[in-house]
């Protein structure tokens, strides 16, 4: 029987703004962000780009997850096209962009810090008034799950 997951969201602050989550979980990734709801367009653009049995393996893995609104903020037409099977090379590059090889916990960040993401480019990391991955903030981070941690972002970080 799977044990209940519990998110205690605490209303202290990360660094500036962020606020921190902490689970206690044997969900993986992909279960973890289907409970929490807010993920839906992440979760079927990693369906399409075949992703979601890695992001469920063991990994450990860091995510900087999407919420289906920062997925709405892009100019129109821009998900519909990029779920196309003709454009899952460029979804795959996109969804790869936003994960980390290892648990990246947000005590282990510092401003100005990069990390090598699965995509094989780099993200930066900010720390001065808020959490930032590129250009997208950090709202709520250190999610755990089974087999590595979601940090929730406000946006879509796209590779060069």
Known sequence: MRRRTYLALTAATLLGGATTAFAESDMDIVDTATEAGDFSTLLA??????????????????????TDEAF?????GT?????????????????????????????DLSD????????????TIGTEGGVTVNDANVVTADIEA?????????GVIMPE
Not at 146 to 154: E, K, L, T
Request: charged share 15%; hydrophobic share 45%; aromatic share 4%.
């Open 45 to 66: 653009a990693a369906e399409a780009a075949g992703l979601v049995e890695t992001l469920k393996g063991d990994g450990p893995f860091t995510v900087f997850a999407p």
């Open 72 to 76: 709405a903020a892009l100019p129109d």
């Open 79 to 107: 998900v519909d096209t990029l779920l196309l099977p003709e454009n899952r090379d460029q979804l795959t590059s996109i969804l790869t962009y936003h994960v980390v090889p290892g648990k990246v916990m947000s005590g």
């Open 112 to 123: 100005g810090m990069t990390a090598e993401t699965v995509q094989g480019t780099e993200v």
């Open 146 to 154: 089974s087999n590595g941690v979601i940090h929730v972002i406000d």
